[in-house]
């Protein structure tokens, strides 16, 4: 079985940070993700509720706020509880087992709230944190951004330039 999830939007709402009775971190927050279609020429998004633990969650809580570009992995997962009023209440929701941070600190003063630009990382590296090991989850380390002086998009090709491509070297 496969439970995959890859996002990359902007946070709804500044991360909130919560700690389990044992002092666990726990982050909630909402990534607002731009879909392909948009219904009647306008641009869409879906609303997507994900959940972040323990240092994952201290340095999202830290670092990101409302309208941050971030790049997400994780997993669906599943959960009730009853409410106040006692009934069953069922939440879907994304488990972020790696999170990166796509933009430098400054570029949010630079954002707009109307924009739908979901643009790609233009000449830096991303801040990456990837959750330590929690109930079987692959196990990495944090790392400090840096910055990226090859930039793959700064090559001089030209439109009117021509490649040099044999039939055969194409794979279709």
Known sequence: ???????????T???ELRKTQSGTSVCSFTMAVGRRVSTQGQP???????VAWNKT???????????SLIG????????SYDNQQGQRVYVTEVVAESVQFLEPKNAQSNY?????????????????????????YNQNSYSN????????????????????????DLPF
């Open 112 to 136: 707009s709230a109307g924009s739908q630009d979901y643009g790609m990382n233009q000449g830096f590296a991303q801040n990456t944190y990837t959750a330590p090991a929690q109930n079987g």
């Open 13 to 15: 709402r500044d991360p």
């Open 57 to 67: 969650a201290d340095l999202m809580t830290q670092y990101l706020h409302k309208g």
């Open 145 to 168: 951004p840096v910055q990226n002086t090859n930039n793959a998009f700064d090559s001089t090709f030209n439109a009117n330039d021509s490649l040099d491509i044999a039939s055969d």
């Open 1 to 11: 079985m496969i439970n995959r999830v890859v996002l990359v939007g902007r946070l």
């Open 72 to 79: 997400l992995e994780g997993r669906i997962q599943t959960r």
């Open 44 to 50: 869409d998004a879906d609303f997507i509720n994900c």
